[in-house]
């Protein structure tokens, strides 16, 4: 089975991806040589990154919920308005 990314999901993380490891190996850097890093940082900044580019871009998505939408067996409820009226 397949899983379908969308081009620009795909990009968003991406750029979240580098730049966790940006933050990463800037903190890893920053304090010294017996540090590891701050990766629960690094984490933060590649979610805060991926989050605001998602909400920028969307995502990608391009279903709208429409009248198609509604599950199957339902009627609208100006149907049912209607059938009580003329009875």
Do not use: E, N
């Not at 750029?15 to 629960?40: E, W």
């Amino acid at each position: 089975m397949a899983l379908h990314i969308d081009d620009v999901g795909l990009l968003i993380l991406a750029v979240g991806l580098l730049v966790g490891h940006a933050v990463h190996k800037h903190t890893k850097a920053a304090a010294g040589a017996a540090s590891k890093g701050g990766i629960v940082g690094a984490i933060a900044a590649a979610a805060a990154v991926i989050t605001a580019l998602f909400l920028l871009f969307g995502g990608g998505g391009s279903t709208s919920a429409g009248p198609d939408s509604r599950p199957a067996g339902h009627a609208l409820a100006s149907h049912q308005v209607s059938a009580v009226r003329s009875a």
